[in-house]
Every structure is written in structure tokens, then in C-alpha cells.
């Protein structure tokens, strides 16, 4: 289950949510805790991401329109970038960015945005993905956009 220590304090680490083994993503800069159960802990992937507030409440995102499951990976700002995918579908897992504070859902799709490996968001939505399947075995690319489609350059 996540726990959170509040900077400066010397109590013991709060518990946040139902028991559980979770990853989590990130922290926001207002304190709102990303996560996922993804199954590497024993526990069940159930598909949705996990928001825990500083106030004690908890929300679940689902998949965007088209997708069955997601994760996140970072956390930025009000960004979340994760993965998206369908049931039974490990190949086909683009690149998604969510805005947390407007609910905008981002999918980066395209033939070299699969299976990458490095991803990375910034404060203020910037994508940038890496990895070998994006170029010729050996080469990186990166692939950066606020919006789709992203173009590719090499690094």
C-alpha cells in the first residue's frame, strides 16, 4: 500500500488508500500521490490509475475512449505520462498524457511511438520518448510534442 511522509514531519508515514500493491508515479507539486497496480508486487493490475489527495480522498482514472487499460510511468506539474493498451495487446503501447487538472487525455500513436522505452513529461506537457524501437537497432530518437502527432528526431 502507498505510504506518504510529509516533508519536515517525524511522525510516522501516512497510509493512503485500501491495502494493496501499488507502484507509484509521482507526487504533484499541490500533493496529490499517482499510482498503479501493475502486478510486479503480487497485486491484481486492474487497468486505472490511482490519484490520492492531501485532503484523504481518492479518485480512479479510467482508459481513454478506445483503450482498455493504463499506466503511469511520470509525473509533472499537473502531467501525468503513462501507457495505454488493449486486452491481450502487449505490442501496441503508446505514449498517453493526462492533464489532471482539466481531465485532457493525449494519446501519442504511430509506428514509432510503440514499445518505447524512456519517457518523460514536463511541467508544462512537453513529451519526450526514447528507446531502440524507434530508430535502427543502436540509435535513439526522441519523440516530443504537446500535441499529436509528435515528430521524431534523432538524438
Known sequence: MPLLWTPGAESAPRTLGEPG???VSG???????VGY??????GT??????LWYPDGHQEVVTAPEGWETLASRRVSGDWVLGRVAKAGDDENTPPARWNLRTGQVTVYTGPTLQRTGLLSV?????????GRSLGSPGRR???????????????
Not at 514536463?122 to 526514447?130: D, K, N
Not at 530518437?141 to 538524438?155: D, H, I, L, N
Open 45 to 50: 493490475p486492474d487497468g486505472r490509475l490511482r
Open 21 to 23: 500493491e501499488w507502484t
Open 122 to 130: 514536463s511541467a508544462t506537457g512537453r513529451v519526450a520518448v526514447g
Open 141 to 155: 530518437r526522441v519523440g516530443e510534442g504537446t500535441s499529436p502527432p509528435p515528430t521524431a528526431r534523432r538524438c
Open 37 to 42: 497496480q501493475d502486478g510486479r508486487f503480487g
Open 27 to 33: 507526487v504533484t507539486a499541490d500533493g496529490v500521490v
